[in-house]
């Protein structure tokens, strides 16, 4: 064990016997990861700072269940997942929130998209494509699944750049709006999958 797991380790039985000096070190030491976590989901300040709050209100009030032997950070991480979690199943039943959740993730759209196409969301994806019409559908699945270039598609379908970039444009609007209304709640869990196993 190193000097610095030891001295968190110190920290942490501080922590269990109510030591507030050792609560404020653990929270100078774990506030700035907690949001940048919560935030590249979240995408609000307000929200952030309510995970930031409840998170830590958490922390002291089970500080006794703390056990200094195992990793800390995943013990803390696990409580902001949970608490992310519950706060889009509150989503369902607060419109005002649900609102704000959605026009945050809706000005992340482009960093959230290649989540949506690794292998085990695939299903998802698909059922919102069998909406669209046959030949934008298969366009948009060559481009953005296949990865078929822009030269490959206008070359296969006889169409301009200007028509192939107009279909899949089309089919991403057309996807963005199907999940907001239809799976919003799958695609919040996937992507607190992806963020939370990450390497």
Do not use: C
Not at 36 to 45: E, G
Request: avoid cysteine.
């Amino acid at each position: 064990m190193n000097k610095e797991d030891q001295v968190e380790k110190m920290l942490l039985y501080r922590l269990r016997e109510g030591d507030d000096k050792a609560f404020e070190k653990i929270y100078l030491r774990y506030r700035k990861n907690i949001i940048i976590q919560a935030h590249r989901l979240l995408k609000s300040p307000d929200l952030v700072q309510e995970v930031v709050q409840d998170v830590f209100t958490k922390l002291w009030s089970n500080r006794k269940q703390i056990d200094p032997n195992q990793v800390f950070e995943a013990y803390l991480n696990r409580i902001v997942r949970n608490h992310i979690i519950d706060l889009f199943r509150k989503m369902k039943r607060d419109r005002m929130l649900k609102d704000q959740l959605i026009h945050a993730l809706n000005e992340s759209y482009d960093h959230i998209e290649p989540l949506l196409f690794q292998k085990e969301n695939k299903k998802l994806i698909f059922e919102a494509l069998a909406h669209l019409p046959a030949l934008q559908r298969e366009i948009f699945v060559q481009f953005k699944i296949e990865q078929k270039s822009y030269k490959e598609l206008m070359e296969e379908f006889g169409l301009t750049k200007s028509s192939v970039n107009s279909h899949i444009y089309r089919a991403s609007l057309f996807l963005k709006e199907y999940l907001q209304k239809h799976s919003r709640e799958d695609l919040i869990l996937i992507l607190i999958w992806a963020i939370f196993t990450q390497k």
